[in-house]
């Protein structure tokens, strides 16, 4: 016993919250599946409120690691250009979420185009798909400005979107998934899956991913092992059956038991392959955090290729 408390690695990670997030599975389900142990990892998961709570923890030394956003990460993760963050294994490549138009208005709204000063619904104010929202409107000549954004909640934005309350919104998975398979809404751009993302904007962007700090970095031997769990993680909610991640999973993060399946359907394309993050994806998605929501003058954005000194964990 007394050998393998020595090999074990302690980390403490803070992920963003809600527990139900499909974007922070992988960490759910290598806790209750025993993967970071069999990794040698001892890691104590602490869930935040959003995804600002998880970036602050990593910035204040009350984590070793942080699973949230790029744009939480760059927006209140950075103290001193010796805090500069470093990207450690990437989940999605944007929120997973789709801009979907409402049956009633679909002959009226073909395109994002044809936005201009219509009716917008949102779960959130200030939620992480609204950058990408934003850069679809500004490649269509639009702001932000010129539409009607509401904020509803995760359930009322089903009811404004069968209502007609709204012209579109942006719907999380998996209910947008049930909106378009149900006929009750049509696509207009899809943020759910990598593929999905380079189909929408023309280019492979990263949201969703794990941190650390360049001056309190763990081991690279660790960061590897984490990586390794997470993948295998992420193999599970492919290959896996609902009911039994459901089995292993705390109360909180199956949610609702009658969704849980079909969150689980959903999230078997949403992530980026093997936790690798390019240059490129971080390059393209500061430019669309900075078109969204101008960064504070002293945050000091490292370059892109600093942020990924960390390598891809080796193959076993």
Do not use: C
């Amino acid at each position: 016993m007394l050998g393998l408390i020595v090999l074990l690695q302690t980390l403490i990670l803070a992920v963003s919250g809600p527990a139900t997030s499909p974007e922070y599975l992988p960490i759910r389900v290598a806790e209750a599946e025993g993967y970071f142990a069999a990794e040698g990892l001892a890691v104590t998961v602490r869930t935040t409120r959003a995804e600002s709570g998880a970036a602050e923890a990593l910035a204040q030394g009350q984590a070793d690691l942080a699973a949230t956003t790029l744009e939480a990460i760059l927006r209140f993760g950075l103290r001193a250009a010796s805090q500069a963050p470093r990207l450690v294994f990437g989940f999605t490549a944007a929120p997973p979420v789709a801009l979907i138009v409402g049956a009633s208005h679909v002959n009226t709204v073909r395109s994002v185009d044809d936005l201009s000063a219509l009716r917008v619904g949102v779960t959130t104010p200030g939620a992480p798909e609204h950058a990408w929202f934003g850069w679809l409107l500004a490649r269509s000549g639009m702001s932000v400005a010129q539409v009607a954004v509401t904020s509803l909640g995760a359930r009322g934005i089903v009811s404004a979107i069968d209502s007609g309350e709204v012209h579109v919104a942006l719907v999380p998975e998996p209910m947008a998934t049930q909106l378009l398979d149900q006929g009750r809404a049509k696509l207009l751009a899809d943020f759910r899956t990598p593929r999905a993302v380079v189909q929408t904007i023309g280019a492979s962007t990263v949201s969703a991913a794990v941190f650390a700090r360049a001056d309190r970095r763990p081991p690279d031997r660790a960061l590897f092992a984490l990586g390794r769990a997470l993948k295998r993680a992420e193999q599970r909610i492919r290959t896996g059956e609902a009911r039994e991640l459901a089995a292993k999973l705390p109360t909180q993060v199956v949610g609702e038991p009658e969704d849980f399946a079909e969150r689980i359907a959903t999230s078997r394309s949403l992530y980026l392959p093997d936790g690798v993050v390019s240059t490129d994806q971080v390059q393209q998605t500061i430019a669309i955090i900075r078109a969204h929501t101008p960064l504070p003058q002293s945050v000091k954005i490292p370059r892109p290729e600093d942020m990924l000194q960390i390598k891809a964990p080796p193959a076993r």
